[in-house]
């Protein structure tokens, strides 16, 4: 069975930090696809960064120089720091296993990207709250 468990979300004033993690078991994440998306209330899911099985990163324009997303495969971990927070990056964020869909990630044109979700090998977490005020 596998298992996506998010981590890390909580409230930070505007200009602060954070580093959500996503702890996988069932799933070994070395030679995959992995990202962080995001969703704010009454909006639809979108990608947030992808790293791909070569280690290669890719961000949504609105977080570079922001975010970094990582990984260790020891721990089959993913993690994404995220650094001078704004209130518009509010939102639950999600990990994401080989679900890089073009349509919650048009900004991604790399390898990993998907029409559709392959239900034997796409995965999504259960999502962890970050909140931002100003």
């Known amino acids: 069975q596998v298992n996506l468990v998010e981590s890390g979300g909580r409230s930070v004033q505007s200009g602060g930090s954070l580093t959500l993690s996503c702890a996988i078991a069932?799933?070994?994440?070395?030679?995959?696809?992995m990202a962080w998306f995001r969703q704010a209330p009454g909006q639809e899911r979108e990608g947030v960064a992808v790293i791909e099985n070569d280690g290669r990163t890719t961000y949504r324009d609105s977080v570079k120089g922001r975010f970094t997303i990582s990984h260790d495969n020891a721990k089959n971990t993913l993690y994404l720091q995220m650094n001078n927070l704004k209130p518009e990056d509010a939102a639950m964020y999600y990990c994401a296993a080989n679900l890089i869909l073009r349509t919650l990630a048009p900004w991604y044109g790399g390898d990993c990207a998907r029409a559709a979700r392959d239900p034997e090998s796409g995965y999504w977490g259960q999502g962890t709250q970050v909140t931002v005020s100003s």
């Open positions: 069932g799933y070994t994440i070395s030679s995959r696809c």
